[in-house]
């Protein structure tokens, strides 16, 4: 008797706190501001000199940075491309195998 007062004092306690989840609260809580919000511009890098220029195919420097995979021909990527093929399938198909063989 004593462990379905526990039980039952729990189950009240529960769904007491839940209830409230679904009530509407005051209006004074939901209310929002009839005014835009303010936006504040915070240069954090740099103080309040002249933004950067736009990045353009022109202004772009020649030395950006590249990747070996970048410099690489299609005839080169092409194995790699495989094998991540190959990774992401493998395990999969090797579980199937595994599953049918169980059988």
Do not use: H
Request: aromatic share 10%; net charge neutral.
């Amino acid at each position: 008797m004593r462990a379905f007062a526990i039980i039952s004092s729990i189950f009240l306690c529960l769904f007491e706190t839940s209830i409230y989840a679904f009530t509407a609260q005051a209006p004074s809580i939901t209310s929002r501001s009839k005014s835009k919000p303010a936006f504040t511009c915070v240069n954090l890098l740099g103080g309040d000199g002249e933004p950067p220029k736009k990045l353009t195919r022109e202004n772009e420097p020649e030395d950006f940075f590249s990747s070996k995979m970048d410099k690489m021909s299609d005839d080169e990527k092409i194995p790699v491309a495989l094998l991540g093929l190959a990774g992401i399938s493998l395990p999969f198909l090797l579980g199937l195998a595994a599953l049918y063989a169980a059988k």
